[in-house]
């Protein structure tokens, strides 16, 4: 018995130690370096670093461009990624039956995963462009300097352009999930008089809470994560009103070679990023259908 269990025990560790060698490796030592860099002047050449303590997070707190990646940051996570989970909640619902809307919606909704986050970049910058753009062509005029380029219009100009891109894959998680909802309940719930937005409160909404759960996980790595889409639209233009912090710690890392500066960015968006699991984690800890039971 002794020895079958010790056998166990050493196919388990076979399994378990070269993943856990590669997280370390990928995971556990940049993040260490991280931190250790931003503590220093560094251009990325060769081994001369200085240290210099605090003063790139000092730097930070006194650039505008920081401040405003950080804005922009929270804002796409607070208010663009909720209303990006709700309108995908929307189309799910919509996507349900065999009417004309529900065909056209289930047709249509996941278009916009099957191309490219840069190719939804261009696309969304030539729907923008002020002089031959779609909106333009449809007599909708927008600031002097074009969507993209004015302060007032650029970033919520981009934040449809990421609710769009994100759409698709959201909305096809809700999908997945009101199918998994039996058809009982919901007869159950109508017979006892529940439709609209009461059913929803009722019956789909605790149902859908495993999937919802993954939406908020999810999105918010998404949000935290934006660059790509960013980048190819506006590259942080105009007045850093779309700056990102990926985007900032770029710029920090090519344009400017400070690695130091770009770290501290990366420790900011560690912290921040874990303050956000902590309060997911206390948002969803408990599922709705187990609690009432």
């Not at 670093?49 to 940051?73: I, M, P, T």
């Not at 529940?194 to 939406?215: D, E, F, N, Q």
């Not at 506006?234 to 070679?257: D, F, Q, V, W």
């Amino acid at each position: 018995m002794a020895g079958r269990d010790l056998r166990r025990s050493g196919f388990l560790a076979a399994c378990l130690i070269p993943g856990l060698i590669l997280y370390c490796g990928l995971v556990l030592v940049p993040f260490a370096r991280t931190i250790q860099l931003s503590f220093y002047h560094f251009s990325g050449v060769g081994s001369n670093r200085e240290w210099v303590g605090l003063e790139n997070f000092q730097d930070l707190w006194s650039s505008e461009q920081f401040w405003w990646a950080l804005r922009n940051g929270l804002t796409i996570l607070i208010v663009v990624a909720p209303v990006l989970l709700g309108f995908s909640m929307v189309m799910a619902h919509a996507a349900q039956g065999t009417g004309r809307l529900a065909k056209l919606v289930r047709a249509v909704y996941l278009f916009p995963n099957l191309i490219s986050l840069v190719a939804a970049g261009l696309i969304w910058r030539a729907v923008y462009n002020p002089s031959v753009g779609l909106l333009k062509g449809i007599g909708i005029s927008g600031p002097a300097n074009g969507w993209l380029g004015d302060v007032e219009t650029a970033f919520w100009a981009f934040a449809i352009a990421f609710i769009w891109v994100g759409a698709g894959f959201y909305t096809t998680l809700f999908v997945a999930g009101l199918a998994g909802i039996p058809a009982e309940v919901h007869e159950a719930c109508e017979l006892e008089g529940a439709s609209g937005w009461r059913k929803y409160m009722a019956i789909t909404r605790p149902l859908l809470w495993p999937v919802r759960r993954v939406a908020a996980v999810h999105t918010t790595i998404a949000a935290l994560g934006v660059f790509a889409l960013v980048n190819i639209m506006t590259e942080g233009a105009p007045s850093y009103r779309t700056e990102t912090l990926l985007n900032a710690l770029y710029r920090s890392m090519t344009t400017e070679a400070d690695m130091g500066r770009a770290s501290a960015i990366g420790v900011v968006m560690m912290l921040l990023t874990a303050a956000t699991s902590v309060a997911l984690w206390m948002l969803y800890r408990r599922n709705p259908t187990e609690a009432n039971r």
